[in-house]
């Protein structure tokens, strides 16, 4: 059976002046990850701060103002018809290449890695997942069926993911590129490309990934620390591994409540309020509030691919898919850092981590999604509008696939 294309946004009849209607339940979720991530950031840096610079308030000013900024980037993302990045994503795609190229020659060095500008203020790799996600998306809802020729699809799509592994992989940071090339493979499967093509593109990818830290010094020292903090935890390096886990061990169920963590002192828990965070969660709220955390990711990938399977074309669809895959994927890859189950690599919690770049990015990201989602719910609001195609179009992605 075929299925037609039907329903680009640009093609479907439209209010000219859009009433701005969100989703609500998205936006709560969102709106509470980033409340307990502003107290749990205070908390975990009140010591370093005052230790470091007399005021226990330093982080948590700072942190506030990137919130308030990044909660009006979201409503000005959400305003914007996502349409439009379609149009914009080969221009943003070249400049997250030129910045990707450019911190590695003049990027600021920090904890032996090249992925800063200005001392550690922007981290270019953050805005730069968000861009590619975009031209990804452009790009497969071009190809339609002829993502399944392999001259068309897997191809392009390889040496594509090639070129940003390599650009990433050099700063080095091995977990961004994860993040990137898993979600674009989601997004190519989502497409409708082949099985045999997926197996190809995660052996390749496993194969890639074995290699550097094979090879890498850095990513090779760090696999050999983590399976060190487990054969000699009290000389281990990887003493971030050994604190995280003492630190979820004394949160036991209910937590030594907010304020209460000795992990986040000085001399514990290296970043307690950034990479680590979860870590303090876990401490000071114990595993209840660890498990909310969990929970409440857990609703945003339900609330994104529900935007995604809603979304008015296969653009909007994709779109929806790698925001809602990269943002969850990062989650979990922080929290299985915290919980021992992977080395360190230095990604951030969405919404709750300490840093302006990724809080920035990740409230706009949500402003997308959140624009995505106003016009399904103008388009289902239509009477000339077809209902439910963007099912049918995942549907067909996952028919007779070979």
Same mark, same amino acid.
């Given at each position: 059976?075929?299925?037609?294309?039907?329903?680009?946004?640009?093609?479907?009849?439209?209010?000219?002046?859009?009433?701005?209607?969100?989703?609500?339940?998205?936006?709560?979720?969102?709106?509470?990850?980033?409340?307990?991530?502003?107290?749990?950031?205070?908390?975990?840096?009140?010591?370093?701060?005052?230790?470091?610079?007399?005021?226990?308030?330093?982080?948590?000013?700072?942190?506030?103002?990137?919130?308030?900024?990044?909660?009006?980037?979201?409503?000005?993302?959400?305003?914007?018809?996502?349409?439009?990045?379609?149009?914009?994503?080969?221009?943003?795609?070249?400049?997250?290449?030129?910045?990707?190229?450019?911190?590695?020659?003049?990027?600021?060095?920090?904890?032996?890695?090249?992925?800063?500008?200005?001392?550690?203020?922007?981290?270019?790799?953050?805005?730069?997942?968000?861009?590619?996600?975009?031209?990804?998306?452009?790009?497969?809802?071009?190809?339609?069926?002829?993502?399944?020729?392999?001259?068309?699809?897997?191809?392009?799509?390889?040496?594509?993911?090639?070129?940003?592994?390599?650009?990433?992989?050099?700063?080095?940071?091995?977990?961004?590129?994860?993040?990137?090339?898993?979600?674009?493979?989601?997004?190519?499967?989502? %497409?409708?490309?082949? *099985?045999?093509?997926? /197996?190809?593109? !995660? &052996?390749?990818? =496993?194969?890639?990934? $074995?290699?550097?830290?094979?090879?890498?010094?850095?990513?090779?020292?760090?696999?050999?620390?983590?399976?060190?903090?487990?054969?000699?935890?009290?000389?281990?390096?990887?003493?971030?591994?050994?604190?995280?886990?003492?630190?979820?061990?004394?949160?036991?169920?209910?937590?030594?409540?907010?304020?209460?963590?000795?992990?986040?002192?000085?001399?514990?828990?290296?970043?307690?309020?950034?990479?680590?965070?979860?870590?303090?969660?876990?401490?000071?709220?114990?595993?209840?509030?660890?498990?909310?955390?969990?929970?409440?990711?857990?609703?945003?990938?339900?609330?994104?691919?529900?935007?995604?399977?809603?979304?008015?074309?296969?653009?909007?669809?994709?779109?929806?898919?790698?925001?809602? %895959?990269?943002?969850? *994927?990062?989650?979990? /890859?922080?929290? !299985? &850092?915290?919980? =021992?189950?992977?080395? $360190?690599?230095?990604?951030?919690?969405?919404?709750?981590?300490?840093?302006?770049?990724?809080?920035?990015?990740?409230?706009?990201?949500?402003?997308?999604?959140?624009?995505?989602?106003?016009?399904?719910?103008?388009?289902?609001?239509?009477?000339?509008?077809?209902?439910?195609?963007?099912?049918?179009?995942?549907?067909?992605?996952?028919?007779?696939?070979?």
């Amino acid at each position: 059976m075929t299925i037609a294309k039907q329903g680009s946004p640009r093609a479907a009849k439209r209010k000219k002046t859009p009433t701005y209607h969100y989703d609500w339940g998205l936006l709560t979720i969102v709106m509470s990850l980033l409340a307990i991530g502003l107290v749990m950031v205070f908390s975990a840096s009140y010591a370093q701060s005052l230790n470091g610079f007399a005021t226990p308030y330093r982080f948590i000013i700072r942190q506030s103002m990137w919130a308030g900024l990044a909660v009006c980037g979201l409503f000005v993302m959400a305003r914007i018809d996502y349409a439009k990045w379609e149009q914009f994503s080969i221009p943003l795609m070249g400049l997250a290449l030129l910045t990707l190229l450019a911190v590695i020659t003049i990027g600021s060095e920090t904890y032996g890695s090249k992925r800063t500008f200005f001392g550690g203020s922007v981290q270019p790799s953050e805005p730069a997942k968000v861009a590619i996600i975009m031209y990804v998306s452009a790009w497969l809802a071009s190809k339609g069926r002829k993502i399944r020729d392999v001259r068309v699809g897997l191809l392009p799509f390889s040496v594509l993911m090639g070129i940003i592994t390599v650009l990433i992989v050099i700063q080095p940071d091995i977990s961004t590129a994860l993040i990137i090339v898993t979600t674009a493979s989601i997004m190519l499967f989502i %497409s409708g490309a082949k *099985l045999n093509q997926l /197996l190809v593109v !995660a &052996v390749g990818g =496993a194969g890639t990934f $074995a290699l550097v830290i094979r090879y890498s010094t850095y990513a090779g020292g760090r696999v050999e620390r983590f399976i060190n903090a487990f054969q000699n935890p009290l000389q281990s390096e990887e003493w971030q591994t050994v604190q995280s886990i003492q630190a979820m061990i004394n949160g036991q169920i209910f937590g030594v409540g907010v304020g209460n963590s000795t992990a986040k002192l000085p001399g514990y828990l290296p970043v307690s309020w950034s990479d680590n965070i979860f870590a303090i969660i876990g401490e000071e709220l114990g595993l209840l509030g660890a498990l909310l955390v969990i929970f409440l990711f857990a609703l945003f990938a339900y609330r994104g691919l529900r935007i995604a399977l809603n979304a008015p074309d296969n653009f909007g669809m994709l779109l929806a898919t790698g925001i809602t %895959s990269m943002l969850v *994927l990062q989650a979990i /890859l922080n929290i !299985a &850092v915290v919980v =021992a189950v992977a080395p $360190a690599t230095g990604v951030t919690l969405p919404f709750i981590s300490y840093g302006g770049s990724s809080l920035v990015t990740a409230l706009g990201a949500v402003g997308i999604l959140l624009s995505i989602s106003r016009y399904s719910e103008q388009l289902a609001g239509s009477r000339n509008a077809p209902r439910n195609i963007a099912y049918a179009r995942f549907n067909f992605g996952w028919r007779d696939r070979g």
